[in-house]
């Protein structure tokens, strides 16, 4: 290796793949439409050839995802639950190829980019979230819950929803629920209750900014 080589491979930064392929980020049809182009940049891509069988449970996963789509205008419950366990099944798939192309990449760029994953942007630029705004609690569609929703919160990656019956006291304890999108539904509540409730983004601070507590109406 040349003086050069050496100075540029001291230099080269490493970069990783962004494994998040949460709702927030990619709408079902925009993560199909994803996993379509990493197919495409993955097939023949001879840095990655080892990945061929991968390709063909990822291709199959995806096929079922998008068939699944077509059908959600049915309105099915089932066809819903199918649809969101096939959305799981092809995140899963993705994040193990992710996890194969970086480390065959060794963090190079380029060839991380000729496989069709994303790349992390630059840590800690975003720091403290803001307080999630305008928080709004009603009955839920089913008994025994409370549908919760709020402003989006920028750079927030997901959400933390806190509750728990009202008034606080020092015995309270808080339940979570983590929500990809601004909204949530707390189920399996007790009847006849009141519920303190807060809302917080979650991004690559680890420091919490809570909503202003809302409480919401008796759980019919």
């Not at 182009?37 to 840095?47: F, M, S, W, Y």
């Not at 079922?64 to 639950?81: H, P, Q, W, Y």
Request: glycine share 6%; hydrophobic share 40%.
């Amino acid at each position: 290796m040349t003086l050069s080589q050496a100075y540029t491979h001291l230099i080269m930064k490493k970069v990783k793949i962004s494994v998040d392929l949460s709702a927030h980020k990619f709408s079902d049809k925009e993560l199909s439409v994803k996993t379509d182009n990493i197919l495409i940049c993955l097939t023949g891509n001879r840095t990655f050839a080892a990945l061929a069988d991968q390709l063909e449970v990822l291709k199959n996963r995806n096929d079922i995802f998008r068939n699944l789509l077509a059908k959600m205008d049915e309105g099915s419950r089932l066809v819903t639950a199918e649809k969101k366990q096939a959305r799981e099944d092809l995140e899963s798939t993705l994040r193990s190829i992710a996890g194969k192309v970086q480390d065959i990449s060794n963090g190079d760029e380029t060839l991380i980019i000729s496989s069709g994953f994303d790349i992390n942007r630059t840590p800690g630029t975003v720091g403290e979230l803001e307080q999630p705004l305008n928080v709004v609690v009603k009955q839920g569609t089913t008994s025994a819950s409370l549908f919760v929703s709020w402003d989006v919160v920028a750079h927030a990656i997901s959400y933390e929803v806190r509750y728990t019956k009202a008034p606080v006291t020092d015995a309270s304890v808080y339940m979570t629920r983590t929500a990809t999108k601004h909204k949530a539904v707390l189920d399996g509540l007790d009847l006849r209750e009141q519920y303190q409730i807060q809302v917080a983004g979650i991004g690559s601070d680890p420091i919490r900014v809570w909503s202003v507590a809302v409480i919401s109406g008796y759980v019919s």
